[in-house]
C-alpha cells in the first residue's frame, strides 16, 4: 500500500486536530444538555406496539381510533411498510398501563380491539413491548455505572501494562468517543435504546484495542530507539502501525456496514452507532490518546520499568 | 529457524478443529415442531395414534413422524402453523383425559445425541413469543412475616399473663411493643429473645411509656428474599410446565425479579392468567385403616398409593418460615416454622397423633381446554381451571409438635426440594408483572433472514479483502477466521447460549474485529520482511513481536465484555456473551491455527519469497 512508504508527520495535525475534538466535544455536550438524549423504550418505560394490517392503513386514521380509545398521547408512525404501524404509548397515558400489565387483560387485545374498525381488516400484533418506569429507570442507572466501571478498569490495566500518563491519555480518548458519538446520537436526534448503549461498549473495546495497538509500538519505540525526541518517536510508531489501523477499520466497517444497509430497522440504532464509534475510535487513537501522551510529557524514562525481554518468547 | 511446530501442536489444532466441527454440527438439524399426547392414567397406544392421524387427514393438516414411545405419542409438523392447528384437533379428537403439549422433536442424529452435542436455542427476538419479566413484592413477604410475628408474641404474652399497652406492627419491618413498667418489658423481652432468635430489640423510654422495638437484621431480610424468590420461582416453573410449552425460560434477574419467556407463545392473556395463580398448602394426618372410602383421598408418593384423610389439622398459610439445614449430626432435615396461632393448633393435633403419618399436600389451579361440538358443527373451546393436587412430604409424627418442628429422613436433594416446594405453596409473595414483550413469529423470520444475510455479506467481502490484500496469507487467514466461526458456534453450543439478534451481530462484529490479530502479524511480517530479514526469519519474528500486542489488546477488549456481561440483560447479554467467546477464540485461531497452517505452507524449507502482498 503506497501509504506505508511514505512517512507522514502526523504530530503536525496534533493542534488543529485537537482544537477541532474539543470543539466536538464541548458542541456534543452542549447538545446533550440542551437536546438530551431521545431515549427508547428500554429507558423512558412505556408501551411499543407493532400492529400488522392485511391493507395499507392511513396513520391519520390509526391515531384518531386510539384517541377514540382512550389513549390520547399515543404515538403513530409508519414502520417498513405502509401495512405496519408502531403505536408508542408514554407511561403516564391516561390509561395506567402498570396496572393493565397486571390485570388479565393482555394489552395487546385491548389494543387490537381499538384498532378494529369491523370493516374485516386483518390485525395482528407483530410486537408489542410494556416496560414499567422502574425498571427503565434502574436500567438506566446500571447502563451508566456500566459504561464508568468500563472506563474505569480499562484505566487500571493500562496503568498497570504501561504507565499512567498512557491510561490516562487512553481514558481520555474513550470519553471523547463516546461523549462524541452520544453527542451524535443526541444532535441528530436518534433514538437510544439498550441495544445502542451496547454499542457503546463495544465501541469502548474496539477503541481501547486501538489505542492499545498504538501504544504498544510507542512503548517498543521508546526502549529500541537511541535517538530522537518522543515527537519523533511517537510519529514512527504511528506510521508503523498505520497501515494496520486502517485494514483492521477497513475490515470492521465491511461487517458493520453489512450490518447498517441489511440488518433491518431494529438493529439500525445499534449499526449506526457502531459505525460511527468505529471512525471515532480509530481516529482518537492517532489524534487523542497519542497526542495526550505527548502533551503529558512522556519520556524515556516513564517506561524504563524492569520488564523481562519479549523479544524471544517462546510465543507459538 | 525452520518454522516447524512439535506434532502435538498440529494434533492439538487437527482435534480441536474435528472436536469444533462435531459440537457445531448439531444446529445443522432444525428441530421439528411436534405436539406431544399422554394420558391422565394410562399409555397413549397405537390405537389413539391412528385416531390421531385419521383427524388430522381428515381436516389436511400434514403431518409426520409418528411414533409412540415410553407411554406418550408424537405427532411432528412441518410448520409451526401446521402444529398449532394440529394441536387444536388432537385435543378435539381425544377429549378430556388426555393432554397436549407444543414440543420440539430433536432431528439430530443418535451419535451427536449420545455425546451430548447440542444446538444453541434461539432468543424470543428469532423464534416469536412472550417475555415477561416479574417483580417479587418483597414488602408484603416482610410484611407478612412480621404480621405473623405480632400475633405470636401477642400470644405468648398472653399466655405468659405479661400486661402490654400496645402491641402492634409500624410499618413493615418495626414491631413495637409498649408496657406501664420496666418489669413487664425486661420479662417480654427475655421471652421473645428466647422464641424469636431472629428479632433485634430495641429499648425505648418515652415518660411513663416503656417501649421494645422489633426488626429483622438486614442479613434476615436478605435472607427472606433469597427464600422468597425461590419460592415464586418454583411456583413459576410448575405452572409454565402446565403451558405445555417447549424450552420455557424461568430467570431469576436482580434481587426481585424473575423473567419468563415462553417461545412460541402467542396468547398472552393465558399466559398471564396461569403465571398470576397461587398455590396452597394444606396438613393432612393418613387416613386410619378401614375408613370410609369418601373420607380420604388416594395420591401417588414416591411409586407408593398413599390414602390421605380430607381433614385438614393445618393450613399453609399458618408457616412463617421453612429452610433446609442439617442437624446436629450432619443429617439433612426441613426446618418448619408457625404462626403461634398454627402452633397451637399443631401441637394439639399432633400431641393425640404420635406414631401416625402426617402428609403435606399442595394443591395447585391450573387451566385445561375442552372442546364441545355444536349441533352445527361449531367447534367451542371451553377453558376450565382444575385443582392439581400433589402429595410433596409423608412422614410419621415422632413428638408433639410446636412451632418450630423438623421433617427428617431425607437426603440433601430431597430436603432442599421439599423446603422449596413448602416455601412455594406457603411463603409465595405477590408479583407484579413489569415488563411485557410479545413478538410474532414472522418478524423472528425477518430478523433471522437479514441477520444471516449480513453475516453472509459482511463475511463474504473481509475474505475477499484479505485474499486481495494479503494473497496466501490471506487465504491462511481466511481458513483461521472460518475455524474461530466454527469454533465460537461450537462452545455456544456447549454451553447451550441462547442466540438473539444482539448475538448475531456479535458474530459479525468478531468476524471484523477477529482478522485483526492477523492483520498485526502480517503487518509486523511485511515490516521485517523490508528491513532485511530471510522469509523464515520474518514469519518468526512477525509472529512473536505482535504476540504481546495482540494479548494486551485483546485482554482490554475482554475486560469491557465482562462488564457488559455484568450489566446487560437479556438480548445484551447475548451480545456480550459472543463478544467474550469469539475474543477467546480469535486469539486461538488468529495465534495458533495461522501459525500452524503458514508452517505448513513455508516452514521446514528453503523459501525464497512470501506471499502476502506488497511490502518493499
Not at chain 2, 448475531?504 to 468476524?511: E, K, N, P, R, Y
Not at chain 2, 518468526?540 to 457488559?564: C, E, M, Q, R, Y
Request: net charge negative.
Amino acid at each position: 500500500m503506497a501509504i506505508l512508504s511514505r512517512q507522514f508527520d502526523f504530530m503536525s495535525l496534533a493542534k488543529p486536530f485537537g482544537i477541532a475534538s474539543i470543539a466536538a466535544v464541548v458542541i456534543s455536550i452542549g447538545s446533550l444538555l440542551i437536546n438530551s438524549l431521545e431515549l427508547g423504550l428500554d429507558f423512558t418505560a412505556g408501551t411499543l406496539v407493532e400492529v400488522g394490517y392485511s391493507q395499507p392503513v392511513a396513520v391519520g386514521e390509526v391515531t384518531e381510533r386510539m384517541r377514540v380509545a382512550g389513549y390520547p398521547n399515543a404515538q403513530v408512525v409508519a414502520f417498513g411498510s405502509d401495512q405496519d404501524v408502531l403505536i408508542r404509548l408514554p407511561v403516564d397515558d391516561t390509561v395506567s398501563q402498570e396496572e393493565m400489565a397486571n390485570s388479565l387483560v393482555s394489552l395487546g387485545d385491548d389494543i387490537l380491539a381499538a384498532l378494529d374498525d369491523g370493516s374485516g381488516v386483518e390485525l395482528t400484533i407483530n410486537r408489542l413491548e410494556f416496560v414499567g418506569p422502574r425498571v427503565g429507570e434502574e436500567l438506566a442507572e446500571s447502563g451508566g455505572m456500566g459504561l464508568l466501571v468500563a472506563l474505569g478498569i480499562v484505566m487500571i490495566y493500562v496503568a498497570i501494562r504501561f504507565q499512567s500518563k498512557f491510561a490516562i491519555a487512553a481514558v481520555i480518548a474513550l470519553f471523547h468517543d463516546v461523549i462524541i458519538t452520544l453527542g451524535i446520537f443526541s444532535l441528530f436526534g436518534l433514538q437510544f435504546d439498550l441495544t445502542v448503549l451496547a454499542a457503546l461498549l463495544a465501541i469502548i473495546g474496539y477503541s481501547i484495542n486501538d489505542t492499545i495497538v498504538v501504544f504498544d509500538r510507542i512503548r517498543e519505540n521508546f526502549r529500541i530507539m537511541r535517538k530522537g525526541t518522543p515527537y519523533e518517536m511517537i510519529n514512527v510508531s504511528l506510521n508503523q502501525t498505520l497501515s494496520r489501523t486502517i485494514i483492521t477499520a477497513m475490515t470492521t466497517q465491511l461487517v458493520v456496514c453489512a450490518m447498517l444497509f441489511l440488518g433491518g430497522e431494529s438493529i439500525q440504532g445499534f449499526a449506526i452507532a457502531l459505525t460511527l464509534g468505529i471512525l471515532i475510535g480509530t481516529y482518537s487513537s492517532v489524534y487523542i490518546a497519542s497526542s495526550l501522551l505527548l502533551y503529558l510529557n512522556v519520556s524515556k524514562e516513564d517506561l524504563m520499568v524492569p520488564i523481562k525481554d519479549n523479544s524471544q518468547d517462546s510465543t507459538p | 529457524m525452520l518454522n516447524k511446530f512439535p506434532l502435538w501442536k498440529n494434533l492439538l489444532v487437527v482435534f480441536v478443529v474435528l472436536m469444533a466441527a462435531i459440537y457445531s454440527a448439531p444446529n445443522l438439524y432444525p428441530d421439528d415442531p411436534a405436539v406431544q399426547v399422554s394420558h391422565e392414567d394410562s399409555d397413549i397406544t397405537q390405537f389413539d395414534l391412528g385416531a390421531i392421524t385419521d383427524a388430522l387427514s381428515a381436516e389436511s393438516v400434514s403431518y409426520f413422524g409418528e411414533e409412540v414411545d415410553g407411554g406418550t405419542g408424537l405427532v411432528r409438523f412441518s410448520n409451526l402453523e401446521d402444529q398449532l392447528r394440529g394441536k387444536a384437533i388432537i385435543e378435539q379428537t381425544l377429549g378430556n383425559g388426555y393432554f397436549t403439549a407444543l414440543n420440539l422433536a430433536p432431528t439430530t442424529p443418535g451419535w451427536l445425541q449420545a455425546i451430548n452435542a447440542g444446538k444453541m436455542s434461539l432468543g424470543l427476538d428469532l423464534q416469536g413469543g412472550v417475555h415477561f419479566l416479574m417483580e417479587v413484592d418483597m414488602d408484603a413477604a416482610l410484611q407478612r412475616r412480621m404480621e405473623n410475628n405480632v400475633s405470636t408474641i401477642r400470644q405468648i404474652l398472653r399466655s405468659e399473663r405479661i400486661r402490654s399497652r400496645s402491641l402492634s406492627l409500624e410499618n413493615s419491618n418495626l414491631i413495637v411493643a409498649r408496657f406501664d413498667n420496666e418489669e413487664s418489658r425486661s420479662e417480654a423481652r427475655s421471652l421473645i429473645r428466647e422464641n424469636f432468635a431472629d428479632l433485634q430489640n430495641v429499648t425505648r423510654e418515652q415518660g411513663e411509656v416503656f417501649s421494645l422495638e422489633l426488626s429483622l437484621s438486614d442479613a434476615d431480610i436478605l435472607q427472606l428474599q433469597r427464600d422468597t424468590i425461590a419460592a415464586n420461582k418454583t411456583t413459576i416453573l410448575n405452572r409454565v410446565d402446565s403451558l405445555g410449552v417447549s424450552e420455557p425460560v424461568v430467570q431469576q434477574q436482580g434481587s426481585n425479579r424473575i423473567v419468563v419467556e415462553l417461545p412460541g407463545v402467542q396468547d398472552t392473556a393465558q399466559a398471564k392468567r396461569i403465571l398470576q395463580r397461587i398455590a396452597t398448602l394444606q396438613f393432612h394426618l393418613e387416613a386410619a385403616p378401614g375408613a370410609p372410602s369418601t373420607s380420604y383421598t388416594t395420591y401417588e408418593y414416591q411409586g407408593q398409593l398413599i390414602d390421605v384423610s380430607n381433614d385438614v389439622i393445618l393450613q399453609g398459610d399458618r408457616v412463617s418460615n421453612v429452610r433446609s439445614a442439617l442437624d446436629q449430626s450432619g443429617l439433612p432435615q426441613v426446618v418448619i416454622n408457625l404462626d403461634a396461632q398454627g402452633g397451637e393448633q399443631f401441637s394439639r393435633v399432633t400431641r393425640e397423633n404420635i406414631g401416625t403419618l402426617m402428609d403435606i399436600v399442595l394443591s395447585e389451579t391450573k387451566t385445561r381446554s375442552t372442546f364441545t361440538t355444536a349441533a352445527d358443527g361449531e367447534v367451542t373451546e371451553v377453558q376450565e381451571t382444575y385443582e392439581e393436587k400433589r402429595l410433596i412430604s409423608h412422614a410419621t409424627i415422632r413428638a408433639a409438635l410446636g412451632r418450630e418442628f423438623v421433617i427428617t429422613g431425607l437426603s440433601t436433594t430431597e430436603a432442599n426440594e421439599l423446603s422449596l416446594l413448602i416455601r412455594s405453596g406457603a411463603l409465595a409473595a405477590p408479583m407484579y408483572f413489569v415488563e411485557e414483550r410479545t413478538l410474532g413469529p414472522s418478524l423472528g423470520a425477518e430478523n433471522i433472514r437479514q441477520g444471516t444475510q449480513a453475516v453472509y455479506l459482511g463475511f463474504g467481502l473481509v475474505l475477499i479483502f484479505m485474499v486481495f490484500y494479503y494473497r496466501i496469507f490471506g487465504l491462511v487467514a481466511n481458513v483461521a477466521l472460518a475455524v474461530n466461526v466454527l469454533l465460537l458456534i461450537a462452545i455456544m453450543s456447549i454451553i447451550s447460549a441462547t442466540l438473539t439478534l444482539p448475538g448475531i451481530f456479535g458474530i459479525v462484529l468478531i468476524v471484523g474485529m477477529a482478522v485483526d490479530a492477523n492483520v498485526l502479524i502480517f503487518t509486523r511480517i511485511r515490516e521485517e520482511l523490508a528491513s532485511g530479514l530471510s522469509p523464515q526469519g520474518a514469519i518468526s519474528a512477525g509472529f512473536n513481536n505482535a504476540f504481546s500486542t495482540i494479548v494486551d489488546a485483546n485482554v482490554t477488549t475482554l475486560l469491557v465484555g465482562i462488564v457488559l456481561f455484568s450489566i446487560g440483560t437479556g438480548p445484551v447479554k447475548g451480545f456480550a456473551v459472543t463478544l467474550m467467546i469469539g475474543i477467546a477464540t480469535s486469539m486461538f485461531t488468529a495465534i495458533i491455527v495461522t501459525r500452524a497452517l503458514i508452517n505448513l505452507i513455508y516452514g521446514g524449507r528453503a523459501v525464497k519469497e512470501l506471499s502476502i502482498g506488497k511490502y518493499a
